[in-house]
Structures are given as C-alpha cells and as structure tokens.
C-alpha cells in the first residue's frame, strides 16, 4: 500500500493518522467525563469528599489533559501532511448539498481537533494547581499568566468547543455509515487499513465556501455560548460576598496582599484574599520591646485559591458559611533582629498563638512590611478529612507584603 494519498486512494500514513486520532479521543472523551463528575462532587462545598476522591479525579484530569496535548500534536502533524498530499476525491461529488455538508464537518473536524486542546492546556497553564500534564513539559505556556479569569474563560471555551467537536463527530460518523450501509459505496472502505481498490472519483472542484461555513458554525457556537451564559458558568459563587467594613487605624493600608500557599498533589497552588482590613498602632522604639498593635480581620470568602477555591469554602475546610472571618489579634515587638507579631490567630472556630516575623522599612510615615508565616492546617482543623499529606499538604505559608501611611 502507498504511504502517500492519490485523487482515488489515502495512503498508509492518512490512515495512520485518522486511527491515531479517532483512538485519542475516544480516550479523551470518557477520561474527560468522568473526571468532571468526581470533580463537581470534590468542587461542592456541600458535598465532603475524602483524599481518594481527589486522587482519583486528579488521575483521571491528568491523563485526560496528557491524551489531549498529544491529540493537540498529532492534528497538526495532521493537517501538516494533508497539506502535501493529493486530496481524495468525494465519491459522491455529483450529490451537490451532501458533498458540501461532508467538506463542512471536515473543516469543523481539523479545526476542532486544534481548538479542544488547545483551550485545555491555555485553561491548565493560567489556572493554579491541581492534575498535572504528564508530559515532561507544558505545565506552564509562553504568554499566559497565571489568570483566573483567563482559566474561568478558556474553560468556558474549551466546553464549547468540546460540545462542537463531538456534533461533528457524529455527523462525520452518521456520513461513513450512510455511505457504507445505503449507498454502499467505498467511502468507508478506502480508509481501513490494508490496500483497497477504489473506484475513480467524478471530476470535482474544492471551493473555500464549506471551510467559510465551518467558521460560521464555530462563530454561532461562540454567540450560543454567550446567550446561555457559558462564559459566567464557571464563576465562583462567592464573588459577590458582603465586604468587611472599614476600620480607624493609626496606619492606614495603602496597598497590599495577603496571600497563602497550599500543596495539593505534590504541587504549589497559591492564592490571595481579596478583603481584609487592619487596624494597626505602631510607634518604632529605639531598644527591644513592645511597638504597637495590630487587629487583622480577614474575609474568607474572598480566597481566590486557583481551582479549588469552591472546595475550601466547604465545612471540611474553612467552612465560610459558618466562619466567614479570620482574625489575628496581635502585639508588634522591636526584637534585636528585625520586628515580630505575636498573638492569637482564630481561623474557624480554633485559636492558635503564632509568631509572624516581619521586615519594616519605615521612611517618615510610610512603613513598608513583609512577613512569612508557616501554619498547620490540622491546628484549625481544616480538611481533617485529608488526615495525611498524599492529597493536600499539611504546610500552608502565608506572606503579607503592605505598604501604609500613618494617619495624621
């Protein structure tokens, strides 16, 4: 058999490529599925899950995304090598509508087969966390940024496109049948492995109009997606929390971030807090000792927290619902090396005393602070369903970097 394509014939490495492809995404598609039903459940803040539930959604995601970078791949070595080759003719180019029906899913078929993946990945790339790629590359993409908002967008498109690939599947599907089954012609049988005799295909001319259709389609999809609220599905629900009301400082926060990181599977996931306030007192001394206070009241609900931010909500974890502050009630010390706050951290329904060094760089009445912490998540009983470190690490590091201004 040819490895090269004639007008009548594909050749061997056409049909390599059409079974590699057919056999990717009917892995992808179930692995796809039913990692999004245990990932709907592990999401559920209401719904409490265990460390073999993750597990085994996060097993199911990285071999889902794996088998897609390698469809992503082999499409465009794909439609690299139909560039160079003799296009078959349509054995049923005298049927004029069908004739361009079937070059219109195909258009749809090679697009969507760049599309589906390629959504996937920018999706994994911008979001934090959770199901690597197991390639040994691709984890992170040239130009995209750890975004939420890019991963809530390209999640919504990647759905879509999902939806569009898997119409025209079984549209292309229907066609082979229709043409083996009815017609009973050798559409079907001159892509099976092996030599296959094929009849001449009529004179035919190939137009632009079936691959204009074809954008029309993905351009009705994108307008479909919007109407029906596709690209708001994926927000978080509590987005739209009360803020915490402002506080009489002696220093008033100018800017700021208040931010932690988790390991989940082995991976940083970080994350920040989007309200919080702090009333603060400081006099800088010139020896050791007591400087001043601080009272720091944070929001939890306004945790962005990459993919799991729905998942921390939950009453296994930060339980929001029923906590939806955290306050950390502390006196600042001059010490020999550098500055301290020391006093009760409360998370849930749990108070721990910690110790929060931090560097100052005072400058009139501008003060610059950045300070790390190191906390134990089984000390406020967060995710006491993950008793070990096989899912969700016990570390969680918090870093606050401010800059504020003393008040007059």
């Known amino acids: 058999m040819p490895s090269t394509n004639t007008f009548s ?8 490529f059409h079974w590699l492809t057919a056999l990717l995404i009917f892995t992808a598609f179930p692995l796809g599925y039913f990692a999004n039903e245990l990932a709907q459940a592990i999401y559920d803040p209401n719904v409490p899950t265990t460390e073999d539930d993750i597990s085994r959604a996060a097993r199911l995601f990285s071999l889902h995304k794996t ?3 390698a469809v992503f791949f082999v499409a465009l070595a794909r439609i690299l090598w139909a560039l160079t080759q003799t296009k078959p003719g349509l054995l049923n180019a005298d049927n004029k509508p069908e004739a361009f029906a079937a070059e219109t899913v195909h258009w749809l078929l090679y697009g969507s087969l760049v599309l589906v993946p390629l959504t996937g990945w920018i999706h994994h790339a911008a ?8 390639w040994p590359f691709g984890q992170n993409l040239p130009l995209v940024p750890k975004s939420e908002h890019l991963a809530e967008f390209t999640a919504s498109l990647h759905w879509l496109f999902v939806w569009t690939l898997g119409g025209s599947l079984v549209l292309h599907i229907a066609g082979a049948v229709k043409h083996h ?5 050798s559409t079907l049988r ?3 492995p092996g030599s296959t ?4 295909p009529p004179a035919q001319h190939h137009s632009a109009t079936p691959a ?7 351009g009705a999809v994108l307008i479909g997606g919007w109407g029906i609220g596709a690209f708001s599905h994926h927000s978080r629900a509590h987005t739209d929390t009360a803020e915490l009301a402002e506080v009489q400082s002696e220093w008033q926060v100018q800017e700021g971030t208040l931010g932690i990181t988790i390991s989940q599977l082995g991976s940083p996931v970080t994350g920040s807090f989007a309200d919080w306030t702090a009333a603060i007192a400081f006099d800088d001394p010139a020896e050791p000792g007591l400087a001043g206070s601080a009272n720091v009241t944070i929001s939890i609900p306004s945790l962005s927290l990459g993919t799991v931010s729905g998942q921390a909500m939950g009453a296994d974890f930060f339980d929001s619902a029923q906590f939806p502050t955290a306050q950390f009630t502390a006196d600042l010390f001059k010490t020999e090396t550098g500055y301290e706050a020391r006093g009760p951290l409360t998370i849930r329904d ?3 005393d910690v110790v929060l060094p931090f560097t100052l760089d005072l400058q009139e009445d501008t003060a610059t602070v950045s300070g790390k912490l190191e906390l134990n998540r089984m000390d406020f009983d967060v995710g006491t369903s993950q008793p070990t470190e096989d899912s969700l690490g016990f570390t969680v590091i918090v870093l606050v970097d401010l800059i504020a201004t003393r008040g007059e």
């Open 9 to 16: 014939s594909y050749g061997s490495v056409t049909k390599a």
């Open 350 to 352: 749990k108070s721990v």
């Open 212 to 218: 204009f259709a074809a954008l029309v389609v993905w």
């Open 67 to 69: 088998v897609g970078v």
């Open 190 to 192: 001159r892509m099976l």
């Open 181 to 185: 089954v009815i017609d009973k012609d």
């Open 197 to 200: 005799q094929s009849p001449e």
């Open 127 to 134: 979001a934090e966390g959770f199901a690597p790629i197991l």
